[in-house]
């Protein structure tokens, strides 16, 4: 299982709740932290953060388990299909 990069930047009931998602949500996760920290500390304090988590989650997945493009590396093959890498901004 990964880790969650910097536990501490998430609510404790947060934390729990991304540690029992599926591990590509802990990888999306952990690439919004490493990356766009801010975003994710704004999508926490607005409420969406898990909301958005999963969505991402989902989307990816379904991305992912499509055939061909086997040659792309996972986040080329999310780009082509026109997802994001990074979290959206929180609605505020």
């Known amino acids: 299982m990964q880790a969650l990069y910097n536990p501490k930047m998430y609510p404790t009931e947060i934390r729990g709740k991304i ?8 990888e999306i996760a952990n690439r919004w932290a ?9 999508l926490i304090a607005s409420g969406e953060y898990l909301e958005v988590l999963k969505n991402q989650e989902q989307q990816e997945r379904a991305v992912l388990i499509l055939p061909g493009m086997d040659h792309l ?3 080329e093959k999310v780009q082509e299909y026109g997802l994001s890498l990074w979290p959206p901004s929180a609605s505020s």
């Open 73 to 75: 590396a996972r986040h």
């Open 34 to 42: 490493l990356g766009w920290p801010q975003a994710v500390k704004e």
């Open 19 to 26: 540690n029992r998602m599926p591990l590509l949500a802990i």
